[in-house]
Structures are given as C-alpha cells and as structure tokens.
C-alpha cells in the first residue's frame, strides 16, 4: 500500500497533426505546455508549495492575456489550460491554510462536467472545430482522477471512465508520454478482475519512456519506470532510471523522496 501510494503521489502530469483545428491544440498552447511541464520538474525542487501555486498562478496569468489571439479553438485551448491549473495546483494546495476540500471537490467535479460536456459536443463533429485533440482526453481523466480521489464509491463510479480518456488519446496518438503513463498508472491501481495489473502497466510506462520528446518528460517517465523495476524486483534498472532523472534535475526532493521510500 506505501509503494502504491508513492506512486500515485509522483503522478503530478503534444498532440497529432490533424486538418480540423479541433483535433490539435495551436502552437502557442503547444510550446506553453512544455514550457509547463519544465516548470513542474524545477518545483520537485521547492519546499514551499505556497511559493509554487504563485510561480504556478504568474505562469496561467500569462497564458490567459495571450491565448485568446494565439488559440486554433478557443473553447477548448481554455478548457485545456482551466484543467491543467486545476490538477498541477491539486498537487499543492493542501498545504494552503483554511483550505475548504468541500469547496475543491465541488470546483474539479464541475470542471470535470465542462471537459465531458465539451467532448461530447465535438468528438464526431467535422469541420474547423470539429474533433477533440488528445490532450483535452487526458486531461479530462486527470480531472476525473483528483476529483474521484475523494472517495471510494467516485473511484468505483469513475473508474472505468479514466481508462476509456487514456484509451481515446492513445487511438488518436499512441506517442504520448503523459497518456501512456496516466494509462499505466490506471493499470497500475486496477485490480486483475477489472483488467489491471503490474506487467500491463509496465508496458505503458516503458512507451511513455520511449517517446519522452525532451529531458523534462524523460524526468518524470524514469521516476515511474525505476518504481516499475523496483516493484520488479530489478533493483539495478531501478537505480539506472533513478539516476537519469536526477542528472537532469539533481535538486528535486521528488526523486530524493523516492530514494527515501525505496531505501525503507
């Protein structure tokens, strides 16, 4: 249960060329996510959580002044970003005094019925803003899971919903290093009787190594790999994936964190 919860708490988190707009996200929102994903590896080296919800709040503010004129489809391109700021701040928000978990509960659960809603309304439809592009999938799924966290019957309720998302991403680009590991993580969690289990799950994190475009992604697909290889009991690919990540971020408390555990 400790290796499980471990894993679960390293889970902090571009998309296909298509002729609908609909189906990718523009450019701009493109090279702000790696831009994001960047800034979510240098805060594995903060202590302060409070420090990076505000570097977090500065980096959105900015988007948000410039997405309406750099956006292909603007619904869905601010969906994208209202769902990425609400599952990195879930990360951190706890430490946040006077926190009311009624009030985040209720906040995840209606962006979570935004992100279904929007992609019911435009996956079979054609046209410019037709389509839904992979990323707005595995978002949703990120939505759903901090939302499902909450309790036992959300996460029996939700469950197999978080798996279709990961699914719909992968059928529409299988070289997603954040849907292969949301899916390897879904894996991961499922008991054998709902289809999961260690060896599946591997296999996804593995993909999600192998198409890791850049060192921030390949960061955070060898902390998931090396926890794979220790629950595999290979301890030396364990130690070798532990290592990659820590030469690209030496100061992270993440990886030191998962040493720590691992150690015990």
Known sequence: MRKKLLLGLLALLVAAPSVFAGERLSG????????????RVRW????????????????????????????????????????????????????VEGLDLKEVRLALKKLMQKDEDYIASHEKLKGANGGVAPQMYILTSDVTSCYMSFSVASAMFHGMRVKGLYAAALKKNAALWNANTGMGQWLYYAPGFFGGGLKKAARYFQAAYDCAKDECDRFFTSVYLSQICFEEGDLAACARYLAEAEAICPESHHVKLVRRQNAK
């Open 44 to 95: 594995t080296c903060y202590k302060d959580n409070n420090a990076i919800l505000k570097e977090i709040d500065a980096f959105m503010a900015g988007v948000y002044r410039d997405l309406p004129s750099k956006a292909l489809d603007y619904e869905q391109e601010k969906l994208f970003w209202e769902s990425n700021y609400q599952v990195e701040t879930f990360c951190y928000i706890f430490a």
């Open 28 to 39: 701009y929102s493109l090279q702000k996510y790696q831009e994001f994903t960047g800034n």
